[in-house]
């Protein structure tokens, strides 16, 4: 099965401080991806990365930045938290580098989110 | 632009009684189309995926999905409701050329009466 685990369930910020969410998937999959929940707006992307130390903005990067080092690790990055970032986070991996989505094993599988709250 | 539209935010069903969660989607083209299902306090898990082929997909936990292309539809269906499925139900879509880009709806949040 595949296993995508994030460093913390619940997580509390102070405004201003530099906040890192870390995602760890072991199946080798190409493909990661940020996205924070909220209440009555779904899940929304915030960022993806098809390879190592790739990156590619989704719908809503604005106060985010995100790394990738290595191929199993997807790290987000809120450089300043502010009390608007309070939300769920959830990160989530899939299989593949091709952009094109072509066949039936491009699933997304995701982590149990991050709970974060900013002060 | 493409979008994913989930009309009911909240659905009460009585256990054993039938499902229906309502998902439509806005794209000139066949999508790629999911069904996520998440509990309480925890992630999403994968229902059912329509790619292609027979248009009516059978998922995990008793769940079915029926992709109609005339109305854009791809509704989630269960016949008998178990108290364990409340949760909120999630609709996706992967458009081609999307670079694998899943764009969900809102959501429905289910609750089941015993």
């Known amino acids: 099965d595949v296993k995508v685990t994030q460093s913390s369930r619940y997580l509390v910020k102070r405004t201003g401080e530099k906040v890192f969410l870390e995602c760890v998937q072991d199946?080798?999959?190409?493909?990661m991806f940020w996205y924070r929940q909220d209440p009555g707006l779904g899940l929304r992307l915030i960022y993806f990365s098809y390879d190592v130390k790739m990156k590619e903005k989704g719908d809503i990067p604005e106060g985010y930045s995100v790394s990738r080092e290595k191929k199993e690790r997807f790290s987000l990055i809120l450089e300043s938290a502010s009390t608007n970032q309070t939300s769920m986070y959830l990160c989530a991996s899939s299989s593949q580098g091709q952009r094109v989505l072509r066949s039936n094993t491009d699933t997304q599988y995701f982590g149990p989110g991050t709970r974060l709250t900013v002060l | 632009a493409q979008s994913v539209t989930q009309p009911d935010i909240h659905i009460t069903v009585s256990e054993g009684a039938s499902l229906e969660l309502r998902c439509n989607y806005s794209?000139?083209?066949?999508?790629?189309l999911f069904w996520y299902v998440q509990s309480p306090g925890q992630g999403l898990q994968l229902l059912l995926k329509y790619f292609s082929g027979d248009t009516l997909v059978q998922g995990i936990k008793g769940f079915e999905a029926e992709f109609k292309r005339s109305q854009s539809s791809f509704n989630l269906r269960k016949p008998s409701v178990h108290w364990s499925d409340a949760a909120e139900y999630f609709c996706?879509?992967?458009?081609?050329?999307?670079?694998?880009?899943?764009?969900f709806g809102t959501g429905t949040q289910l609750k089941v009466e015993l």
């Open positions: 996706a879509v992967a458009f081609t050329g999307g670079g694998n880009k899943l764009t």
């Open positions: 199946m080798d999959h190409e493909n």
């Open positions: 794209y000139g083209a066949t999508p790629y």
